[in-house]
């Protein structure tokens, strides 16, 4: 199945032509690494390679967790209609350690004006347990660095969490901070967390 997707991405890509196409990398680290409001790792550093053209992206990032390293990979493509945002892709996150199994999940994405609703629907291998299916959602709103987002899941997975954070970039330098609460569900503890986060990162264009 990622062999197919692979090569339809690839095919996609080529045919946008090259003269548009952007290459950027990205290195970055994290006070704590939250991931849709559940605890990874403490001071997570990480980076990423991107490609693109024409509206299409595929991209790789990795992220110390620990015990290895997660490492995604993902494309997709998005675009605008007027004040109409929206994206539709895959994305598969993988770990070279035991600190997790493989995750797998097709993105849809819409957006309007300072609002934007993210929906993932996955499937987690669960090591030599029976795979799990999940559905997971995000509104956020975002105006001026700022934003609020209210994100959940669905299926064999369930918890919701609130996010608040501010990002800017100095002297070409992304700056961020942001703060999450999640119920037990997502906490593992059995009662609510809360934790502040943050986060420093650059970007480099490559092409």
Do not use: C, H
């Not at 003269?19 to 550093?45: H, W």
């Amino acid at each position: 199945m990622n062999v197919r997707k692979s090569a339809l991405v690839a095919l996609a890509l080529f045919t946008t032509g090259a003269a548009q196409a952007e290459v950027s990398a990205n290195l970055g680290f994290a006070s704590e690494y939250y991931y849709r409001g559940i605890f990874q790792a403490e001071s997570s550093a990480n980076g990423g390679l991107d490609f693109e053209s024409g509206g299409f992206y595929a991209g790789t990032w990795a992220a110390d967790v620990g015990d290895g390293l997660e490492v995604d990979g993902y494309f997709g493509y998005g675009g605008e209609l007027g004040d109409f945002g929206y994206s539709v892709g895959y994305t598969g996150y993988f770990y070279t350690g035991d600190f997790d199994d493989t995750y797998q999940e097709i993105n849809l994405g819409a957006s309007f004006g300072i609002v934007a609703l993210d929906v993932a629907i996955g499937e987690y291998e669960n090591f030599t347990g029976p795979k799990l299916d999940y559905v997971y959602y995000a509104l956020t709103v975002e105006k001026n660095g700022f934003y609020g987002k209210y994100a959940g899941f669905e299926e064999d997975f369930s918890g919701e969490y609130f996010e608040l954070g501010y990002g800017t970039t100095v002297a070409e330098i992304d700056l961020g901070v942001n703060l999450v609460f999640n119920d037990s569900d997502l906490s593992g503890t059995g009662s609510s967390d809360e934790a502040i986060i943050f986060t420093i990162g650059k970007s480099f264009d490559i092409k």
